[in-house]
């Protein structure tokens, strides 16, 4: 049986409830659903994924953050943040909370998928915003030293969420506009490409897709951004070596229209043969 795999940034797990998320995961019917930006405490978390297994990251910022990986299958083992990986005293990185969690999915043959959601820091250029660049690099860091460990992984593993970065020209439409923009700075970048070229993941997204431009996985509220297909490819899943020849294909659930939108992300949907 196929294993559909989803990922999204719901910018509030409520909010998106409310403009048709359910109806979305009712149609789409995915086995394994991970969300980020969840921004609600636990409790609420888990109430509206009623019937799932729920691994659940709530951030220690009121309202910020939030990661969580669902699943119709029952999960072992959890973990969660990066503090006991990349640099020692990376205080830096920020609250290692909602960022970050690892799920063991316990699939029906009796193997394991690891699945992780993640919602990396967006950074800004900004003056007096220099800070959050720091923090996002302290962080890429620990991410980096996380990977290399997962990439090696015996079974297979899925990295999947909102990385806050747009790897190549043809992951945003305005890449002239955006060279020194947060979230395709060349040292970024960088970044996603040790993970792939060095540490051997795959970014299922572009090989599916052939060589772009797009599909793009965020567009911003404002304006006619989403009409005009203005966006940024910045949601991914990433497959260590052994899941990544399992997956068939990969999708961008873009809604029919702006109305239609319940985030202003896209789901990337995976359909894996395991």
């Not at 691994?55 to 943040?81: F, W």
């Not at 297979?156 to 923009?181: C, E, M, Q, R, T």
């Not at 947060?182 to 993970?195: I, K, N, S, V």
Request: hydrophobic letters at 40%; a negative charge; proline letters at 5%.
């Amino acid at each position: 049986m196929p294993l559909i795999v989803a990922t999204a940034n719901v910018n509030g797990i409520r909010a998106a409830v409310r403009r048709g998320m359910d109806s979305w995961i009712a149609t789409r019917t995915p086995d394994v659903l991970m969300l980020q930006e969840v921004r609600a405490p636990d409790k609420v978390a888990r109430e509206l994924l009623d019937g799932w297994h729920v691994a659940h990251s709530e951030s220690e910022v009121k309202g910020r953050a939030g990661v969580l990986v669902a699943s119709r299958m029952p999960i072992g083992d959890i973990r969660t943040g990066l503090a006991a990986h990349g640099p020692d005293g990376a205080e830096e990185a920020g609250p290692d909370t909602g960022r970050w969690i690892e799920a063991d999915v316990q699939l029906p043959d009796g193997g394991t998928l690891t699945a992780v959601s993640t919602y990396l820091h967006s950074g800004s250029t900004r003056p007096g915003e220099e800070h959050t660049m720091v923090a996002k690099y302290a962080y890429l860091e620990k991410v980096t030293a996380r990977l290399a460990e997962l990439s090696v992984a015996h079974g297979p593993v899925v990295v999947a969420g909102d990385l806050n970065i747009a790897h190549h020209n043809v992951d945003l439409k305005n890449w002239k506009s955006n060279l020194k923009s947060a979230g395709f700075l060349p040292e970024e970048r960088a970044y996603m490409t040790r993970w792939l070229d060095e540490h051997g993941w795959t970014d299922l997204g572009r090989v599916h897709a052939g060589d772009g431009p797009g599909p793009y996985t965020w567009w911003t509220w404002r304006g006619q951004a989403f009409d005009n297909d203005s966006g940024w490819r910045i949601d991914y899943q990433l497959a260590n070596q052994v899941l990544a020849g399992a997956c068939r294909k990969v999708e961008v659930d873009r809604a029919p229209t702006y109305a239609e939108r319940w985030s202003d992300h896209a789901p990337v949907v995976a359909t894996y043969e395991l």
